[in-house]
Every structure is written in structure tokens, then in C-alpha cells.
């Protein structure tokens, strides 16, 4: 079996970095007669929104078998578990906590506390309560109001048993996916939709993290993103202008406001009537300090320059690519993260996911991924690289822990380092999980 090494940069950090694995609630859960319906239910239910017509409603029935799930976990001998909560599972309508859903989680926080783990508390990745979209979702600032409120009630009831508290996962994939071309739940297609929830999603965010600092002030909190290096398609000029507005529009609209506490100057380049509506104030609520910055990493993006003067991403087969079809370039994960250093004074970083889609096969009881392996691989250099190079990062969580619904493209692609038989809900560790495990057992 092939093995990872753990580069010595991330080596010579011994205890001061931490290693996880990650999932989120809708893509693993199941059990969707226990909660309220979100906006990703509905979206499954729609023609032509899920690549194979499926849904999660039962998913990796982790709500059944969560413990035999952290067994796997344990095994592993990671540091952390990155979970996130199911807003629809734990509030009802009424915006009561559920005793029978926040029950759940807390079951799942005295496991890794009995076994000496962390827990990386995500609260929103992406599975609104469906009540709420009909009320306006994201376009509407009572939602953010609302998450707020649910936020409160969760980690007043949960408070320092967890470790971190992240706000959102990806607000890009929610706001832009979702509201502006419409390929992730809800399904709006409309510029000034999508712009309008980005804003309100960060509200939400800033809103939440008073919360946090209210019922949890030891734990640190922060909000996790996904940027993807922009690259221009040619060295002429206006490719190069492309490259930095897709930057810009796709990536650093999230995390300028939140550092700087001010949209990226291209907002003013956009037409009035898509730009969205910030109330005074909302900038010094969404500006609030974070303790940390978790970063999503999967590949990089390369764009070119319309005739109107806009950017267009173009596909490229520079480099070999993931089942996904994303290249795999871990150069351009050490030129984000050392970029960003440059760029921003940055809080502490996590990478809170990393990971590839392969096409893994189940044989003779085994799944040789030496592909994914090496996907950690490089990655983990590159990472280790940005460390030499003055980047403060703490952690590296890998995406996932096992396959799951992989939102639009269903149960069609496989990031778990652990392979689940969808018909059996037989779990089996992948070469690729074996090796994460003698990589992080070797640290002692």
C-alpha cells in the first residue's frame, strides 16, 4: 500500500496542528422523518436539479449508525471531527430547540470527548429550513435574523463542549450557486438574487458570531470559505483584468467584508440595480473579529475576458484532474494561501477541507485510491511549503470522511477516504484512509 509522508514543516508543529476529517449533516445524516424539510429536499424533488434523481433522505443513515461512524474515526487517530448541525433538525417551526435533534449532537460531542477528539461545530452548511426560503431565504434579512436566533440556541445549550464554532460553510456555494445561477438549492437564477443573499448570508454570519461570543466566549469561532486561485487563460492584459474580477466577484466578495469590513472596488463597477442592499451598520456587524479562518481547497480556476469586458472560466487540461473534472494543482494551493498572507492580515487558518473525487472500485473487499493518495500528498506539500513561507495554518481536515450525497451530482462521485456500500450501509476503509492513519499514528 502506498504511504504518506508527513512533511516536516507540518511535523515540526507537533501538537500545535491538528489533523481531522470532515462531513456535513444532509450529505451523511438521512433520518428526514426526524426534522423539518430544507431547501435541499425540495430542490431533489424537482426535475432535472440532481444528476441521478436522488435525495437524502437516507443518505449514510449516520443518524443511525453515527457511533460505528466515530469508531471509524477513532481508528483513523485523527485529532478532530469538522460535523455540522442540521438547522431543520434541531429548531422547529416555532423556533423551539428540538430536544430529540440537539440530543443527537450532543451524543455525538460526549463520544469524542470520551475518546480525547475535538469537535469542529459547523451551524450552517447549506440546508436552510425550507419554511424559511418560502419566506424569503436568503434574499430576505429576517432569515439572517433568524440563524442568528437558532445559533444562540445551540451554543448555549452546547457552549465550550465544542471546540470551534464556525459560522457558515462556503457562503459562495449558498449565495452564488443557489440565488444567481441556480444550480445548488434553491434554484434562483438572478445576478441581483445572488449578490442579495451574499450580502445577507454575511449578515447572518456577523450576527451569529455575537451569539457565539455571548454564550461561548472561550471558544474560538470563525467562518469557513472556498477560494479558488484565479488564473488568466493568456498573458494579455484583459485576461489578466478577467482573472482578478472573477477573483474579486467569485471569492473575495466573502472575505474582504470580513477582514476589511468594505465590498472589493468592483461592487461599484456593477450596475446599480444587482448590487445588493447593505443597511448602515450591517459592514461593522459582518467586519466583527474571528479567530480563525477556515479555507475549503480543491483546485484552481482560469478565466478569460469576454467582448463585453467581463470574465468567462475556461476549461483547461493543463494538469490531470480529479473525477470531478478539477485539476489537481497543488502549486496553486501554496499560491493562494502565501497570496492571501500577502494580501490580507489574516487570523489563524485551518484548511478545514481538502480532498478529490476518484474512481474508486470496491475489490475483493479492498479500494486501492493511490490516486487520492497522492492528491493528499501534494497537497500536504504544498501546504507545508506555505507554512515555510511565513502562512500561520493550524490544522488540515480532509474532505471527507466517507462518500456521500454529493449535492447536485448525488451519490455519483466518491471524497470519502472511507467507501460506503449506499445499498448495504457497509463501510469500508479505503487505502487512502489506512494511509492517514500511519501518517498521523507515525507523529508519535
Known sequence: MKKLVLPDAIRALGGDFTFGV????????GARELRLDCIWDTFCEQQDTILDQSNGDTACDHYSLWEQDLSMLIELGVDAYRFSIAWPRVVGKDGTLNEVGIQFYENILNFLKQHGKQAFITLYHWDLPQHLEDEGGWLSRDTAYAFADYV?????????????????????????????????APGQKNQKAGRQAN????????????????????VPAGIVLNIHPSYPDSASSADQRAAQMASD????????????????????NLPCDVQPEVVTGDMDIISGKIDFLGLNYYTRAVYRSTNDGWFEEVERND????????????????????????????????????????????????VVDVQRIDYFQTHLNALADAIEAGVDIRGYFAWSLMDNFEWALGYSKRFGVVYVDYVTQDRILKDSALAYRDMLYSRS
Open 152 to 184: 444562540g440556541l445551540v451554543v448555549n445549550r452546547l457552549g465550550d463542549q465544542a471546540d470551534a464554532y464556525i459560522t457558515l460553510n462556503e457562503p459562495f456555494c449558498s449565495g452564488y450557486l443557489g440565488y444567481e445561477i441556480g444550480v445548488h
Open 319 to 366: 494538469y490531470p484532474k480529479t473525477e470531478m473534472g478539477w485539476e489537481i494543482t497543488p502549486h496553486a494551493f501554496t499560491d493562494l494561501l502565501i497570496g492571501l498572507h500577502q494580501r490580507y492580515v489574516l487570523p489563524p487558518i485551518y484548511i478545514t477541507e481538502n480532498g478529490a473525487a476518484m474512481a474508486d472500485q470496491l475489490e475483493s473487499g479492498k
Open 199 to 218: 450580502h445577507i448570508l454575511l449578515l447572518a454570519h456577523g450576527l451569529a458570531m455575537q451569539k457565539i461570543r455571548q454564550h461561548a466566549p472561550s
Open 22 to 29: 470532515a462531513t456535513s449533516s444532509f450529505q451523511i445524516e
Open 249 to 268: 466577484y467569485l471569492f473575495h466578495w466573502y472575505l474582504t467584508p470580513i477582514l476589511t469590513g468594505s465590498y472589493p472596488a468592483l461592487l461599484e
